[in-house]
């Protein structure tokens, strides 16, 4: 969760309970289609978040696919003893 949101939310539980209604009534207004029920409780977190997140085929944006599953703890090692030589950790 972002730091702004993690403020949003904790200034959300100052305001009186009527424009914390108000407000939880205008998100409900703008969830997509087939998820405006109040009382439909999504399955799991996976379904809950499914209309806002995605997957994509590298290959469309990079010639042959970005394989970024690749070797990911090598480029992980890779990248922090980079930073650790810039003096960035």
């Known amino acids: 969760m972002t730091q702004l949101l993690k403020r949003a ?15 939880g009534q205008r998100l409900l207004d703008e ?7 109040a009382s439909a409780e999504p399955e799991t977190l996976a379904d809950a978040l499914a209309p806002y997140i995605g997957t994509f085929d590298s290959s469309e944006h990079v010639p042959g696919g970005a394989r970024m599953s690749e070797d990911t703890g090598r480029k992980f090692a890779e990248g922090m003893a980079e930073k650790r030589k810039q003096g960035r950790l």
């Open 9 to 23: 939310i904790e200034r959300l539980h100052d305001l009186p309970p009527e424009e914390q209604d108000r407000i």
């Open 31 to 37: 969830l997509p289609a087939g998820n405006t029920s």
